[in-house]
């Protein structure tokens, strides 16, 4: 039994290995197949960003918001919904409309032009590019909010549902 669960352990290292050996390009943000995956895809995006808002919404309603662990949720929920216009704007530039034209020069170089040549499309698309920005926040804070919630009723004293 230990020679079978040290070979899979010794499978997993070295999967693990090679993983961070040869790394491939990772990119934050992925292109979605024409036409019906983009647009699901988009809606998608619409669709969270409302189901946050209604989340904000009934939050501040009842008045959760004023104890930390809902206070935090409710942050959360904001930077998801800016984080979900960030994607929608770049899906938008990258496949709805394609004006941008990205360029690899070498491998910390990046040329982007804009079709019309326009400077404010290129900064706009560099700035959305930036999705990590609002991602990453959001994830910490609903992160935060959960263990907060969990702290002030712990698992065991939770009642379970219907």
């Known amino acids: 039994m230990s020679t079978v669960g040290s070979r899979v352990s010794y499978a997993l290292l070295m999967a693990a290995g090679m993983t961070l050996a040869a790394p491939g390009p990772v990119f934050a943000t992925q292109a979605h197949g024409d ?14 960003a409302y189901s946050m808002g209604l989340l904000i919404y009934w939050l501040r309603r009842r008045g959760l918001v004023l104890t930390g662990g809902w206070r935090n949720l409710q942050y959360s929920a904001l930077f998801f919904i ?18 941008i034209q990205v ?34 926040p ?19 004293e939770v009642p379970a549902g219907p």
Do not use: N
């Open 35 to 48: 036409p019906e995956g983009l647009y699901v895809h988009q809606m998608s995006h619409l669709f969270l």
């Open 138 to 156: 959001a994830l910490f804070l609903l992160y935060l909010g959960l263990k907060q919630l969990l702290k002030r009723h712990p698992a065991d």
């Open 103 to 136: 360029a690899r020069r070498d491998d910390w170089m990046l040329q982007i032009d804009s079709i019309p040549d326009v400077d404010w499309i290129k900064g706009l698309y560099y700035l959305v590019k930036l999705d990590h920005l609002f991602c990453v």
């Open 82 to 99: 800016f984080w979900t216009i960030d994607a929608f704007t770049v899906h938008l530039m990258d496949e709805q409309y394609p004006i």
